[in-house]
């Protein structure tokens, strides 16, 4: 079942992002992750089947890995502990929601760069630098920094990431909130990181999005899932190439070959992309948990 809407009747749905829709459930908020893929900041006509329930999943594993690091807004993703009002949708929503705390979210997105790619590696190319950050001559795509970078981002009007600077970070959320978001991002990322080579995967980087509850810092949206972070396959990985991703950059890329101009309406995907890019969100939840998606 591929599952691009949802409409729970009788309960208040207060948001609607490109994936995920949102509902007010007493105090809480209920996040479900749907099958809808966006690419260029445009959502495609076509779900990726199982794709919700893999960001879904993932997030709740790495919540639950990390929270004696940080805390986080995720007070269960077991169906039958969300509230009875919600009995009549449990089919539609298990394994794609998470009942969370409501939280503040906080105006900045935690980007951490492992790796040279993406806007990354452009922007090394032409200044020498990723987002203002001076990096070593010589680098290669893809290659390996010498140690993670804090790269923090504000999304603009339009929907897009705008880079920022740590100082610029520091006005809009205050110079403690911020070294403390900047320690948290690096040290998860790190430790997810070691955990996930161990297991053939590279993540090359990823944003962390911060919220404030009862006056403290936590965790919320998704954590280090394949919309979140670029992950590369370790077997495949090779300095000076982009690498093969578990990510939608194999839509990306199809996207490109057709000439869309990455302006909607967005064109259907042909079943084998469609089929291909669960695949990968398959195999990077397998991988990453040990266990296969139900």
């Known amino acids: 079942m591929v599952i691009t809407q949802t409409d729970l009747k009788g309960i208040k749905k207060v948001g609607q992002g490109k994936v995920r829709d949102i509902y007010q459930i007493g105090e809480h908020l209920l996040i479900v992750a749907t099958d809808r893929l966006s690419a260029f900041d445009v959502v495609l006509p076509d779900g990726i089947p199982e794709k919700g329930k893999v960001l ?10 990390f929270s004696k690091v940080t805390p986080n807004h995720l007070i269960t993703a077991q169906v039958n502990e969300f509230p009875a009002v919600l009995a009549p949708y449990y089919e539609i929503i298990k394994d794609r929601a998470m009942l969370c705390r409501t939280a503040k979210p906080l105006p900045v997105e935690c980007v951490v760069r492992g790796y040279l790619a993406g806007s990354g590696w452009t922007d090394y190319q032409k200044t020498g630098t990723v987002c203002g950050i001076k990096l070593p001559q010589g ?21 897009h990431d705008e880079n920022i600077s740590f100082e610029e970070m520091k006005n809009l959320v205050g110079e403690e909130l911020a070294q403390k ?20 995967i590279i993540i090359a980087d990823t944003k962390f999005e911060f919220g404030i509850y009862d006056g403290k810092l936590m965790l919320i949206d998704e954590l280090l899932t394949p919309d979140s972070s670029r992950f590369w396959s370790e077997k495949d ?26 302006q ?31």
């Open 237 to 262: 990985y090779r300095v000076g190439v982009s690498p093969p991703s578990f990510d939608k950059q194999f839509v990306r890329d199809y996207l490109n070959s057709t000439g869309w101009n990455r």
């Open 56 to 65: 879904n999943l993932l997030s709740v594993f790495w919540f639950e890995k």
């Open 139 to 159: 680098l290669q795509q893809a290659e390996k920094l010498p140690e993670p970078i804090f790269t923090p981002a504000t999304k603009s009007q339009t929907g």
């Open 264 to 294: 909607p309406p967005a064109p259907h995907l042909p079943p084998e992309v469609i089929a291909g890019t669960t695949a990968r969100y398959r195999d990077a939840f397998r991988m990453l948990t040990g266990r296969e998606l139900n």
């Open 181 to 200: 978001m900047r320690r948290i991002s690096l040290e998860i990322y790190q430790a997810a990181s070691e955990y996930a080579r161990q297991r053939g």
